[in-house]
């Protein structure tokens, strides 16, 4: 079945981690019930997130999180169809940035928001391996 999947960045607004894990609580209970799944790799400079599922769900749930005034700077980088879940198991995976990804310093410049596709889909990729640190 084709699924709809977007990848956006964007920085935090205020962050800590009673507000992440309200995000995370909250996001959870939405996705498991809009049938999307995903994963958000965070810190307190920067949020990735991938959605995937069916395009009228992620669309609206899209659509709100860009509404949400915890975090500026959204900027979406993939919106397309997929053939497979890259998270069938996580209504929404919480991981950490790595030091791999970027640096704090290329991050404040703005890198995430430059990145093309293959780029953020393979930090997803890469961060789903258990020996990566
Ligand atoms: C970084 C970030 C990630 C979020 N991820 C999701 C998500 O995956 N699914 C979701 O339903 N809401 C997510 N939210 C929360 C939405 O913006 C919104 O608050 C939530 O869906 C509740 O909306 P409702 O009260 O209209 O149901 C996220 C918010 C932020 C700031």
Not at 78 to 84: L, M, N
Request: aromatic share 8%; glycine share 4%.
């Amino acid at each position: 079945m084709s699924m709809q999947q977007l990848i956006y960045a964007s920085r935090p607004f205020g962050y800590d981690s009673s507000i992440l894990a309200n995000i995370l609580s909250v996001a959870r209970l939405r996705n498991a019930q809009n049938d999307i799944t995903g994963a958000l790799i965070c810190r307190q400079d920067i949020y990735l997130q991938l959605l995937e599922g069916p395009e009228g769900q992620v669309e609206s749930t899209f659509d709100k999180i860009s509404e949400d005034d915890r975090h500026i700077e959204l900027t979406l980088l993939v919106r397309c169809h997929v053939e497979d879940r890259l998270f069938p198991q996580w209504a929404m995976k919480h991981d950490p940035a790595r030091s791999w990804m970027w640096s704090p310093k290329e991050i404040q410049e703005g890198v995430q928001f430059r990145a093309s596709a293959q780029a953020v889909r393979s930090i997803f990729l890469r961060s789903t391996d258990p020996t990566e640190l």
